[in-house]
């Protein structure tokens, strides 16, 4: 009798960039698991039809990307309480009674990241600084709350989105227009930047840091290139900081769990695999 593969995909619409087959290969080669995960490009007028019918497609569960997240979520019969909050999945599996589960793990993968590339770094919570508000910034806002920061400060170009951000998480949140950063950054604990801005192709993110408390830790979560021009003037400063390319792993760590029954780590060597194809 042969044994039973299971297998995963990411799914999205476009899904040819993803690593997450890259990710998933290296723990199950790693862990010696009889698995298989790939890719597969899904239309989103197809999308909520293909997550409902995972089964059938021989599938136990799979990833979702953009522009997927938010139809992933409608289609499932039980969602945790980040996918419930972001109306977003990015983490889909089957229970034992065949329900299709969802999860979010954007905001577990920022957290994960902080963890473990700075101990500590929440010992005194204090003040955040979130720069954006697209979908990673929510996830990073609702992340921050659940780790007690006292004060989480969304900045960005449109006020109105960052307002929205702050009208859905409450009293702890405040929304901000770009210039207002200048004063901000004095009184911050925590600077992440969840813009667009520094990616490779895309305009520089320029700000002065000068008057950033010299103990604040600065995160970027854009991780290509992996030294942006944000981590090198903090590193300038002083200031301790943390790239972005660990985000990208530690998200991926509950589906491989869930799927595939081993909760894996993220070790150098993955980072420098993932790194290497960028
Ligand atoms: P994601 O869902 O990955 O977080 P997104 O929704 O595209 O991505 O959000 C991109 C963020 O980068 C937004 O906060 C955007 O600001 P706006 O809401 O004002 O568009 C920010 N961003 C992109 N280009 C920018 C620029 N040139 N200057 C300032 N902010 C910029």
Known sequence: MSAVV????VTGH?????????????????HGILGEYGRIDVAP??????????RSAGLVG??????????????????????????????????????????????????GNLDQLAPGWNRSQGTALVLGAGGAARAIVWALLS?????VHVVNRTEEKARKICDEFGSKTFAHGWESL???LGK????????????????PLEIDLSNLPRHALVNDIVYSPLET??????????????????????QAVPGFERWFGVRPEVTDDLRALVLKDL
Request: charged residues 20%; hydrophobic residues 40%.
């Open 6 to 9: 299971k297998k995963a995909v």
């Open 14 to 30: 476009p899904v040819a960039h993803s690593r997450s087959p890259l990710i998933h290969g290296y723990w199950l080669e790693q």
């Open 45 to 54: 007028e197809a999308a909520s039809d293909f997550y409902r019918n995972l």
């Open 62 to 111: 799979a990833n979702v990307t953009v522009p997927n997240k938010e139809i992933a979520a409608s289609a499932c019969d039980w969602l945790d309480e980040t996918a419930r909050t972001m109306g977003a999945a990015n983490t889909l599996w089957l229970d034992e009674t065949g329900r299709l589960c969802g999860a979010n793990t954007d905001g577990m993968g920022f957290l």
């Open 147 to 151: 780790r007690d920061f006292t004060a």
């Open 182 to 184: 200048g004063t901000l």
């Open 188 to 203: 911050v604990d925590l600077l992440v930047n969840t813009t667009s801005l520094g990616m490779t192709g895309k305009q």
């Open 229 to 250: 021009e944000l981590l090198k003037q903090a590193a300038v400063q002083g200031n301790p900081t943390v790239d972005g390319i660990g985000m990208l792993l530690h």
